[in-house]
């Protein structure tokens, strides 16, 4: 059903990850788009492990009360990569309107679940004179299903869901950008790696390396509990000042950590894509992506330009208008902004 625009829906978008949730509203007037309200809050710790909601009643109660106090009545919220499955997926023989059938009846060759127990989505990346392109998105039925109690029980109504790096890719990437560009979204308790290639996703993963095991590793060295080690990585970062020597010091394994996934994952690349083409570009997303000195380490040991990504480059906005929400807090927000120019896009035709 089509909407007269002044019935346009506001849809929040609400990111959730283990240890806290975002929620943000765009609304678009004549001039172009502007953040009508944004905020976040954590979540305790069990509540959300790996993605995975383990304690329902308790995440239903903290939604619940933030849907009552904002008004949010209608959601687009964004399902945890780390649960899905992102496949490239070559399809002879098949015609457009026959790919949904096609990936249906092959989707066990793609995803170790049964079809029953999945639920897939896909984008179409390109057309060959012989083959067709798809990118499949597929996450297990029960995991959704999960994700959809809790937002009926809080009092909304689900309109949206993507794979969180689908829509980081979406919004991330200048449109102007040709080539392959990879995606660090680096997250308190995980790190997920996508590649994207002409801006369509071709490749994601997970690995266990999060902001918080940086303060851990610097609450042990120093002998301090968790909070100042994090107030000290701030500071700090990742820089060999004299100060801040034993800060360095303490998080220069991990960060190495995180640097040789990455590498390993633009060889990867580079050896099995069709193309052959290398990474060019690598964009930070996440609330470690701040972490000061990271970048310039990133680039000078992997040889390849890193950026801090900027969610708002692909929005018009009104003229001298800047959001309340800062640059740096931005980057942390970048699933949230991307999840609500999806759902601002569509909400003439909820």
């Known amino acids: 059903m089509l909407l007269p625009s002044f019935l346009n829906l506001p849809v929040y978008a609400v990111d959730l990850s283990d240890e806290s949730f975002k929620y943000l509203l765009l609304k678009k007037n004549r001039h172009g788009v502007i953040v009508k309200d944004f905020g976040e809050g954590p979540i305790a710790k069990g509540v959300i492990e790996r993605g995975e909601i383990k304690k329902k009643d308790i995440l239903t109660a903290l939604l619940k009360e933030l849907f009552y106090k904002k008004n949010i009545r209608y959601v687009a919220f964004s399902l945890p990569e780390e649960k899905g499955f992102s496949r490239n997926v070559k399809l002879e023989g098949v015609k457009k309107e026959e790919i949904e059938e096609a990936l249906t009846l092959q989707l066990e060759e793609y995803v170790p679940l049964p079809p029953s127990e999945v639920i897939f989505d896909w984008t179409l990346a390109e057309t060959e004179k012989d083959h067709l392109d798809v990118i499949l ?132 690349w580079q050896t099995h894509s069709e193309k052959k083409e290398s990474v060019s570009q690598i964009f930070l997303s996440g609330g470690d992506a701040n972490l000061l000195g990271l970048k310039d380490y990133l680039s000078k040991e992997l040889g390849i330009p890193v950026n801090l990504s900027n969610p708002w480059i692909n929005i018009k906005m009104p003229r001298y208008y800047l959001p309340e929400l800062e640059r740096g807090d931005s980057v942390r927000f970048t699933a949230a902004i991307g999840l609500a120019i999806s759902a601002l896009a569509e909400s003439n035709a909820l």
């Open 137 to 268: 998105n597929a996450f297990p039925k029960t995991l959704v299903e999960s994700y959809l109690d809790v937002f009926y029980a809080a009092g909304a109504f689900p309109v949206k869901a993507e794979s969180e790096l689908s829509v980081l890719a979406t919004v991330i990437l200048p449109k102007t950008f040709k080539g392959a560009a990879m995606i660090m979204d680096w997250g308190k308790t995980r790190t997920s790696f996508a590649i994207a290639e002409d801006g369509a996703l071709k490749f994601a993963s997970t690995v266990p390396i999060g902001g918080n095991h940086l303060n851990e590793a610097i609450a042990k060295a120093l002998n301090i509990d968790l909070v100042t080690a994090e107030n000290l990585k701030k500071q700090g970062g990742f820089i060999p000042n004299q100060n801040d020597l034993a800060v360095f010091q303490a998080i220069v394994p991990i960060v190495t950590a995180l640097r040789e996934e990455a590498e390993k994952y633009i060889n990867f």
